[in-house]
């Protein structure tokens, strides 16, 4: 795939397509066809997602109405409190949340939620965007059914800006007043295989959804564009594993895709021999790393084919946050790609995450080494990768599903 052809997919599909929406289902179609111009027939997949058409959302600070985006999936509620700032989620600090609505720093994370559950906090307040940024953006962020477990805490979203001013002048009371419809939706998973000559075989895995005010080029239309230059080479070159690539619907939610992926085929796991997961590649800037979910060797594999054709490597043994993970929760050893830019350069998650971000001439470049290593993975006599996990990464997979509390947490 040169670049050109490159360059008109990204701009083709420089939209916001977050999860269950139409316009995630019309991108899983763009795909599709392109998996046809390449004389390959693809299988759209649909799962369930949880979604919210939220119909009111509203945060008063001392009775002044700031700016905000209820949490999708967190209920509908009217809930007063006194206000409090917890800069630290220690369990001292957690000992003041009861009956109040608290604003925490970076996000709502998991263990943080749990805590407030447990210590009886009435309500949360986060924030994201930048102070020294000119927008005042506010991400549309929601309470993942895997967090809340049924237990629901009304929730608001804020830009940084105005988190500051609340601060600065002490405000003491806050009220929340959300109103959602819940339902089930549907996002897919789009399929395309290239048998081997083994019943054995590799998935090939990126996503293509983004969040709410990303047109996620670069997360990760890009990687999914990176799975299309691999099927336009394997269709025409021999291999002897198997190939199935396989777009995610609903990463950015949880992983939801590759998470349904492996529920729905979860017979067929025993014959995956490894996954191949490509996530933000071609950036302008940045460097180029392998997060292997294996045993070490992988590494050190990836690590020397790299120098062996002088291409920039950085090789980490650890869990990556994109689709590998399910993977590898299921034992298969995983590797995922990606070019990583410094936040100053190259953000995510945001408006700024567009085309400019781009290179197609170092598209290109990333994705043949994916494809170099493939190759020697695809036409092995026997995969060299043990299907094993190490115990180290199992802790780690541990931790980062939340079936563990990590120390200090």
Same mark, same amino acid.
């Given at each position: 795939?040169?670049?050109?052809?490159?360059?008109?997919?990204?701009?083709?599909?420089?939209?916001?397509?977050?999860?269950?929406?139409?316009?995630?289902? !019309?991108?899983?179609?763009?795909?599709?066809?392109?998996?046809?111009?390449?004389?390959?027939?693809?299988?759209?997949?649909?799962?369930?997602?949880?979604?919210?058409?939220?119909?009111?959302?509203?945060?008063?600070?001392?009775?002044?109405?700031?700016?905000?985006?209820?949490?999708?999936?967190?209920?509908?509620?009217?809930?007063?409190?006194?206000?409090?700032?917890?800069?630290?989620?220690?369990?001292?600090?957690?000992?003041?949340?009861?009956?109040?609505?608290?604003?925490?720093?970076?996000?709502?994370?998991?263990?943080?939620?749990?805590?407030?559950?447990?210590?009886?906090?009435?309500?949360?307040?986060?924030?994201?965007?930048?102070?020294?940024?000119?927008?005042?953006?506010?991400?549309?962020?929601?309470?993942?059914?895997?967090?809340?477990?049924?237990?629901?805490?009304?929730?608001?979203?804020?830009?940084?800006?105005?988190?500051?001013?609340?601060?600065?002048?002490?405000?003491?009371?806050?009220?929340?007043?959300?109103?959602?419809?819940?339902?089930?939706?549907?996002?897919?998973?789009?399929?395309?295989?290239?048998?081997?000559?083994?019943?054995?075989?590799?998935?090939?895995?990126?996503?293509?959804?983004?969040?709410?005010?990303? !047109?996620?080029?670069?997360?990760?239309?890009?990687?999914?564009?990176?799975?299309?230059?691999?099927?336009?080479?394997?269709?025409?070159?021999?291999?002897?594993?198997?190939?199935?690539?396989?777009?995610?619907?609903?990463?950015?939610?949880?992983?939801?895709?590759?998470?349904?992926?492996?529920?729905?085929?979860?017979?067929?796991?025993?014959?995956?021999?490894?996954?191949?997961?490509?996530?933000?590649?071609?950036?302008?800037?940045?460097?180029?790393?392998?997060?292997?979910?294996?045993?070490?060797?992988?590494?050190?594999?990836?690590?020397?084919?790299?120098?062996?054709?002088?291409?920039?490597?950085?090789?980490?043994?650890?869990?990556?946050?994109?689709?590998?993970?399910?993977?590898?929760? !299921?034992?298969?050893?995983?590797?995922?790609?990606?070019?990583?830019?410094?936040?100053?350069?190259?953000?995510?998650?945001?408006?700024?995450?567009?085309?400019?971000?781009?290179?197609?001439?170092?598209?290109?470049?990333?994705?043949?080494?994916?494809?170099?290593?493939?190759?020697?993975?695809?036409?092995?006599?026997?995969?060299?990768?043990?299907?094993?996990?190490?115990?180290?990464?199992?802790?780690?997979?541990?931790?980062?599903?939340?079936?563990?509390?990590?120390?200090?947490?």
């Amino acid at each position: 795939m040169n670049a050109e052809k490159i360059w008109k997919i990204l701009e083709d599909n420089a939209y916001i397509r977050t999860s269950g929406t139409e316009q995630e289902k !019309q991108c899983a179609q763009y795909i599709a066809d392109e998996c046809r111009k390449l004389g390959v027939e693809p299988t759209l997949e649909p799962f369930s997602v949880a979604m919210s058409k939220m119909e009111k959302a509203e945060l008063l600070m001392d009775g002044v109405s700031i700016p905000c985006k209820g949490y999708l999936l967190c209920g509908t509620w009217e809930v007063e409190a006194p206000f409090l700032y917890l800069p630290n989620t220690d369990a001292c600090s957690m000992q003041q949340v009861k009956g109040k609505i608290v604003m925490v720093d970076g996000g709502m994370r998991y263990w943080v939620y749990q805590d407030l559950l447990k210590y009886g906090a009435a309500g949360f307040i986060t924030y994201d965007g930048n102070v020294s940024f000119a927008d005042r953006d506010i991400d549309q962020k929601e309470l993942r059914p895997h967090v809340s477990n049924g237990n629901k805490l009304p929730g608001i979203n804020i830009n940084a800006k105005d988190a500051v001013e609340l601060i600065r002048k002490g405000v003491t009371t806050a009220k929340i007043t959300i109103k959602q419809e819940e339902y089930e939706g549907t996002s897919h998973n789009l399929v395309a295989d290239l048998p081997g000559e083994t019943s054995e075989y590799i998935v090939l895995t990126a996503h293509y959804d983004s969040v709410s005010l990303s !047109q996620g080029v670069y997360d990760n239309m890009s990687g999914s564009v990176g799975l299309l230059g691999l099927l336009d080479y394997f269709k025409d070159h021999p291999h002897r594993y198997g190939l199935r690539f396989l777009w995610c619907g609903s990463e950015e939610r949880g992983l939801l895709g590759s998470k349904a992926y492996c529920a729905a085929h979860k017979e067929e796991l025993e014959q995956i021999v490894l996954n191949i997961n490509l996530d933000m590649i071609g950036c302008i800037m940045g460097k180029f790393e392998s997060c292997c979910t294996s045993e070490e060797k992988l590494m050190h594999y990836i690590e020397y084919l790299a120098a062996e054709v002088g291409f920039g490597m950085y090789p980490v043994q650890d869990v990556y946050s994109s689709d590998s993970t399910p993977f590898a929760d !299921q034992g298969i050893p995983a590797v995922s790609f990606a070019r990583l830019a410094t936040s100053n350069v190259a953000t995510i998650h945001n408006r700024y995450d567009t085309i400019e971000l781009m290179s197609a001439e170092q598209m290109v470049k990333d994705i043949e080494f994916i494809r170099l290593f493939t190759e020697h993975m695809a036409c092995a006599k026997r995969c060299p990768v043990e299907r094993t996990m190490p115990e180290k990464m199992k802790e780690k997979l541990d931790i980062y599903l939340f079936r563990k509390k990590p120390e200090n947490k």
